[in-house]
């Protein structure tokens, strides 16, 4: 990848820049948690974007998406958002840079990136985070990565349309190699946890239904006003900390559906904390309870799987699967399967085939290697 970007650099820019990559993310457990100040436990993986990267000395960036085969320069000004969605990433980092006082300047890139793009991996967050990281560096800006994170949640919120957590853009920038990391959305204290299911005798693995999901303009910000409008019959900031018999006193007050999206919430918390208890003990099998959990808590209470993806983690359970459920914001996407060393090529191959028969199309199976996030590569 980082040949072919090369090449079209050199084409397009006729000179050499520096090279910057940041990753798409796994998480294990805790989905739809972030925003209501809950934790995640999420973990950078091997498949990223790269981009080359050199200022220009003038006020324009000029940026080829070389997946896409296109061109686009915009200013850094509000007034010159670009139209292309890819572009309005960067711009949008661009402009949360100098919103926090950032001083930047026109640059020239080329980038490309291997993480399947609407399939629930961050690909999103991996470009920003890419773009975050490289600016941060190439102009000495001196940002810290919590705020970096920040400014590829903010692209988000402001330039995109999705009212997302900071799940994504922190599992890209802190990323490490053979860790996950729990992060607690509330105060945002983090520690990694050694991840190494191989050495235990388990796969983790991707299953790509490529069915797309779009969280632009989705029922994903519908999610999160009924949990900030459960919270705040509850009196709280956040659905955080609230307890079931909380809940149950407030059902009256609240729609039947909001009641379903904050008992889901809810449920999360706790799963996540049971899961890295759980995992520092080597217990794989409460790991892949809870995962199941989870996956039916979003399908039925939260309402953001879809068939194909029932199917998927359904057939998981009848191969012996020890967790299988929807990964990231749903709406379509992979599941994310923890599997016994000897049961996973029979998994795989049914799972193929059983899907194939039903849906004209084999799911794509990503294994999962943890890797590191944000950073310049030599
Ligand atoms: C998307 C969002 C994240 C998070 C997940 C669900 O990936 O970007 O902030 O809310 O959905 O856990």
């Given at each position: 990848?980082?040949?072919?970007?090369?090449?079209?650099?050199?084409?397009?820019?006729?000179?050499?820049?520096?090279?910057?990559?940041?990753a798409g993310r796994i998480n294990l457990i805790g989905e739809?948690t972030d925003?209501?100040?809950?934790f995640v436990f999420p973990g950078a993986i091997?498949?990223?974007?790269?981009?080359?990267?050199?200022?220009?000395?003038?006020?324009?960036?000029?940026?080829?998406?070389?997946?896409?085969?296109?061109?686009?320069?915009?200013?850094?000004?509000?007034?010159?958002?670009?139209?292309?969605?890819?572009?309005?990433?960067?711009?949008?980092?661009?402009?949360?840079?100098?919103?926090?006082?950032?001083?930047?300047?026109?640059?020239?890139?080329?980038?490309?990136?291997?993480?399947?793009?609407?399939?629930?991996m961050s690909?999103?967050a991996?470009?920003?985070?890419?773009?975050?990281?490289?600016?941060?560096?190439?102009?000495?800006?001196?940002?810290?990565?919590?705020?970096?994170?920040?400014?590829?949640?903010?692209?988000?919120?402001?330039?995109?349309?999705?009212?997302?957590g900071i799940m994504d853009q922190f599992a890209s920038v802190f990323g490490k190699?053979?860790h996950l990391m729990r992060l607690?959305c509330?105060?945002?204290?983090f520690?990694?946890f050694?991840f190494?299911?191989?050495?235990?005798?388990?796969?983790?693995?991707?299953?790509?239904?490529?069915?797309?999901?779009?969280?632009?303009?989705?029922?994903?910000?519908?999610?999160?006003?009924?949990?900030?409008?459960?919270?705040?019959?509850?009196?709280?900031?956040?659905?955080?900390?609230?307890?079931?018999?909380?809940?149950?006193?407030?059902?009256?007050?609240?729609?039947?559906?909001?009641?379903?999206?904050?008992?889901?919430?809810?449920?999360?918390?706790?799963?996540v904390?049971?899961?890295?208890?759980?995992?520092?003990?080597?217990?794989?099998?409460?790991?892949?309870?809870?995962?199941?959990?989870?996956?039916?808590?979003?399908?039925?209470?939260?309402?953001?799987?879809?068939?194909?993806?029932?199917?998927?983690?359904?057939?998981?359970?009848?191969?012996?699967?020890?967790?299988?459920?929807?990964m990231g914001?749903?709406?379509?996407?992979?599941?994310i399967?923890?599997?016994?060393?000897?049961?996973?090529?029979?998994?795989?191959?049914?799972?193929?085939?059983?899907?194939?028969?039903?849906?004209?199309?084999?799911?794509?199976?990503?294994?999962v290697?943890i890797?590191?996030g944000?950073?310049?590569?030599?």
């Open positions: 990848m980082k040949t072919r970007i090369a090449e079209k650099f050199q084409s397009l820019f006729q000179t050499e820049g520096e090279f910057f990559a940041s739809h925003y209501n100040g809950g091997d498949k990223g974007m790269i981009a080359e990267i050199k200022l220009n000395g003038t006020a324009t960036v000029r940026a080829f998406a070389l997946d896409l085969d296109e061109y686009c320069e915009f200013g850094l000004n509000e007034e010159d958002a670009p139209s292309q969605g890819w572009a309005r990433y960067i711009f949008g980092v661009c402009r949360e840079i100098q919103k926090r006082g950032g001083v930047i300047a026109g640059f020239d890139t080329v980038f490309a990136g291997d993480v399947p793009l609407g399939a629930g690909s999103s991996a470009l920003e985070s890419t773009f975050a990281f490289a600016l941060n560096e190439l102009f000495n800006l001196g940002i810290d990565k919590f705020e970096l994170a920040r400014i590829g949640q903010s692209t988000e919120h402001n330039y995109v349309g999705v009212k997302c190699a053979g607690d509330r105060s945002m204290e520690e990694y050694p190494a299911p191989d050495q235990n005798g388990y796969k983790v693995v991707l299953l790509n239904s490529c069915v797309k999901h779009e969280l632009v303009g989705s029922p994903y910000n519908d999610r999160r006003n009924s949990c900030e409008r459960v919270a705040k019959v509850l009196g709280q900031e956040f659905l955080r900390g609230a307890t079931m018999e909380q809940l149950e006193a407030v059902k009256d007050q609240i729609s039947e559906e909001d009641y379903l999206r904050a008992r889901y919430v809810i449920g999360e918390e706790k799963r904390l049971d899961v890295c208890e759980a995992l520092q003990k080597g217990d794989y099998e409460t790991v892949g309870a809870r995962m199941y959990e989870t996956h039916w808590g979003m399908s039925k209470d939260y309402e953001v799987s879809c068939e194909e993806l029932d199917f998927l983690a359904t057939v998981a359970k009848e191969c012996g699967v020890t967790g299988s459920r929807i914001g749903g709406f379509g996407g992979c599941t399967n923890l599997v016994k060393e000897e049961l996973y090529d029979n998994f795989i191959a049914t799972a193929k085939a059983a899907f194939a028969e039903k849906y004209g199309h084999e799911p794509i199976e990503i294994p290697v890797s590191d944000a950073r310049k590569l030599a």
